[in-house]
């Protein structure tokens, strides 16, 4: 077979830790590139994992290099792909993935097992505009107007016109506060099931303004809480009005490895 010449550029520390690496094993540059451009033909994919996140290996190309082979995983693809909703349209998604969402809920881990929370379904519009109207009240109430006044300017409401919500009522664990981390483990399951279903999505913790004006207590029962239980957080379900929303920008310098 025919050879060419190959020029590459690289970092002059990287090819010095290569060079040294490839005469341990026995290879010089040239073969040790052979050996790369062969596997992956074979594998017809780069054949070993890129992790996106180390900037020791990838510059800002090769983080896009990498993102776009991590994402032909389903389960990261989906992570990857949600984002927050806040512009539904009035559709309602249909009962069986509602299900199925709820489901993915209880699969959700918890500390010592514990489950302190319960899953509720609410496909009744009025009473999510009931339970927004009032959490409005709550909100216009404040001192501080400034996110009042951020609502307002996104639609008006708490839950952006979501034709769908699942609510997650929690009892107090041992220590007290451990199970908000419980509840939302349960809510990013929702967010992620729901994302893999087509079904827009926010995770909503102003979902507790409701109960905590003067008809708390009437949505607490309407709702069928447990004896007990409190509001923990809300995920808002439905279509987006607009399709085609984005993740926010990953910030990868947030990322460090010890040892």
């Known amino acids: 077979m025919a050879q060419t010449n190959l020029t590459v550029r690289i970092d002059e520390g990287i090819k010095q830790e290569a060079e040294r690496l490839f005469n341990r094993i026995g290879l010089n540059m040239s073969s040790a590139i052979n050996v790369f451009f062969r596997q992956a033909i074979r594998e017809q994919a780069i054949p070993f994992e890129l992790r996106p996140y180390d900037d020791y290996f990838f510059g800002a190309r090769m983080k896009r290099i ?8 389903e389960t990261i693809r989906t992570i990857m792909s949600r984002y927050s909703c806040r512009a539904f349209a009035g559709e309602t998604p249909p009962d069986e993935d509602l299900r199925t969402i709820a489901e993915a809920a209880l699969a959700a881990p918890s500390g010592g ?3 302190l929370w319960r899953i509720i379904v609410v496909k009744d519009k009025s009473l999510i505009g009931e339970m927004d109207d009032e959490g409005m009240k709550v909100l216009a109430a404040m001192p ?9 300017g996104r639609g008006g409401g708490l839950f952006y016109n979501a034709p769908c919500m699942i609510v997650i009522p929690i009892a107090q664990a041992v220590p007290a506060g451990a199970e908000m981390f419980d509840c939302a483990i349960v809510a990013e399951n929702i967010a992620l099931a ?10 909503c913790g102003l979902a507790a303004l409701p109960f905590a004006g003067e008809k708390g207590a009437e949505f607490s029962r309407r709702l069928g809480f447990p004896e007990g239980y409190g509001i923990g957080l809300g995920v808002l379900l439905g279509y987006a009005k607009e399709p085609g929303g984005k993740p926010h920008e990953l910030d990868y310098g947030k990322i460090s490895f010890v040892g």
């Open 194 to 203: 729901a994302t893999s279903l087509g079904v827009d999505n926010l995770i």
């Open 66 to 73: 990498a993102h776009g082979v991590v994402m032909s995983n």
């Open 113 to 115: 097992n514990r489950q």
């Open 144 to 152: 501080d107007k400034s996110m009042y006044e951020r609502i307002k």
